[in-house]
């Protein structure tokens, strides 16, 4: 008896899958009102009837976001706010576009891992994991990678021309949170950023000011 309830134990996965959805979808009926993504489920599911294939395609990611001055990137994050069809399914998606050298700042998704997949161009992407060891190498177009849940990303594009990203998460809410901008930008007391990063009065007003609080609202 004991022996056999150590063995279930032993062998029970180290790792939940996602919960199943309880129907084929749910694409919520939300009115014309706009709409949280937490707040999603308090809708009702629009009939089977009612809907149709239109529901289940998404055409605003056929050009790319608004380029930042900054960063020379722009990111479009689609959730089933953008895309209700998407609704229940544990998934979302992005597009994220680079002029030539620009950057995704390092940021972090702490609901969900994601696969970048290059459709155009070449890109320095990597993740740091929490020994602090940096995983990063150039990808080019048809290849894919993996950034592991909660982990710091980033990518840079080291190409003569334009890139393109298409990211896929496994959760409809992923959530964003940009290294630069969390840490500068959010108005954290300046004895805190001086003293734990070493900087000077001058050195912390410069990147206050890069990572206004303006930036944390962007994309999603
Ligand atoms: C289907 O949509 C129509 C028009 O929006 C609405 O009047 C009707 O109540 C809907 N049917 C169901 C079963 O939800
Ligand atoms: C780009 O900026 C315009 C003007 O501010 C805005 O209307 C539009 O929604 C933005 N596009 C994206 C993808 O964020």
């Excluded at 032993?10 to 919960?19: A, E």
């Excluded at 009837?49 to 990137?73: C, H, K, Q, R, Y």
């Amino acid at each position: 008896m004991a022996t056999s309830l150590l063995l279930f134990l032993f062998f029970l996965p180290l790792v939940k899958p996602d919960s199943d959805p309880v129907q084929d979808f749910c694409v919520p009926d939300t009115g014309s009102s706009p709409v949280e993504l937490t707040k999603l489920s308090s809708y009702p599911c629009k009939s089977p009837t009612n809907v149709t294939a239109d529901d289940f395609v998404f055409s605003g990611i056929l050009s790319p976001g608004n380029f930042s001055a900054e960063t020379g990137f722009a990111g479009i994050s689609v959730n089933p706010v953008q895309f209700p069809g998407l609704n229940t399914l544990g998934m979302s998606f992005a597009r994220a576009d680079f002029q030539p050298g620009g950057v995704n700042p390092p940021h972090y998704h702490p609901r969900a891992t994601e696969t970048a997949l290059v459709l155009l161009g070449k890109v320095y992407s990597g993740f740091v994991d929490s020994t602090g060891r940096v995983h990063a190498r150039v990808i080019e177009k048809g290849e894919v990678m993996v950034f592991p849940k909660g982990m710091v990303h980033f990518q840079l594009n080291v190409g003569k021309s334009m890139a393109t990203i298409y990211g896929s998460f496994n959760g409809q809410n992923p959530g964003l949170i940009r290294l630069p901008v969390t840490v500068f930008g959010s108005g954290i007391r300046d004895a805190v950023l001086e003293k734990a990063f070493g900087l000077t009065e001058e050195e912390l007003e410069k990147l206050k000011k890069r990572f206004e609080p303006k930036d944390l609202i962007v994309d999603d």
